[in-house]
């Protein structure tokens, strides 16, 4: 399956095989900026103009966690066992939320622009971000502080990833 998110609000899951929806996820009052599966598929993330991200069970198309950003959400994610959101505001904030409660469990500032996204390590302690100027920071995801900043472009870093190898 694909999963595909619009500026009309709504996220849809479609067949690779034959290309046709599956399923509508409705309930965004904005354009969906992000959307993604869990590794198991068996929920998807998305995030919007709205200022929320939702959590969404793909079996009857039903929202389990909205979180609350406050501000256009650019970006969600999960770390690798799906019990930590991150979002990217449009604010330059970054929050980590607990699915299992819904509370946001962190909010961090650390770039004057927008970061568009953010992933985490594979073992989920750490995360980067790119800044949108000349850097990415590395943040510990329990403290929320900045451990490391990568310099050395150019222009602005629109993208970072880990290595998912040990």
Same mark, same amino acid.
């Given at each position: 399956? !694909?999963? #595909?998110? @619009?500026?009309? =609000? %709504? $996220?849809?899951? *479609?067949? &690779?095989?034959? +290309?046709?929806?599956?399923? /509508?996820?409705?309930?965004?009052?904005?354009?969906?900026?992000?959307?993604?599966?869990?590794?198991?598929?068996?929920? !998807?993330? #998305?995030? @919007?103009?709205? =200022? %929320? $991200?939702?959590? *969404?069970? &793909?079996?009857? +198309?039903?929202?389990?966690? /909205?979180?609350?950003?406050?501000?256009?959400?650019?970006?969600?994610?999960?770390?690798?066992?799906?019990?930590?959101?991150?979002?990217?505001?449009?604010?330059?904030?970054?929050?980590?939320?607990?699915?299992?409660?819904?509370?946001?469990?962190?909010?961090?500032?650390?770039?004057?622009?927008?970061?568009?996204?953010?992933?985490?390590?594979?073992?989920?302690?750490?995360?980067?971000?790119?800044?949108?100027?000349?850097?990415?920071?590395?943040?510990?995801?329990?403290?929320?502080?900045?451990?490391?900043?990568?310099?050395?472009?150019?222009?602005?870093?629109?993208?970072?990833?880990?290595?998912?190898?040990?």
């Amino acid at each position: 399956s !694909i999963v #595909t998110g @619009s500026d009309d =609000g %709504t $996220a849809k899951v *479609w067949s &690779v095989d034959v +290309g046709e929806c599956q399923l /509508t996820l409705k309930g965004h009052r904005g354009a969906v900026y992000c959307a993604l599966f869990t590794a198991d598929s068996a929920r !998807i993330l #998305t995030s @919007s103009e709205d =200022g %929320t $991200a939702k959590l *969404w069970g &793909v079996k009857h +198309g039903c929202v389990e966690r /909205t979180f609350r950003h406050g501000c256009p959400v650019l970006s969600a994610m999960f770390n690798s066992d799906a019990t930590v959101v991150r979002t990217v505001g449009q604010d330059g904030t970054l929050k980590l939320w607990n699915v299992k409660t819904g509370k946001c469990d962190r909010t961090m500032l650390g770039h004057t622009t927008s970061s568009y996204v953010a992933a985490f390590s594979r073992d989920g302690e750490l995360f980067v971000t790119p800044s949108g100027e000349r850097d990415a920071k590395i943040y510990s995801t329990e403290s929320g502080a900045c451990v490391r900043e990568l310099l050395g472009h150019e222009h602005i870093v629109l993208s970072a990833s880990f290595a998912q190898t040990a």
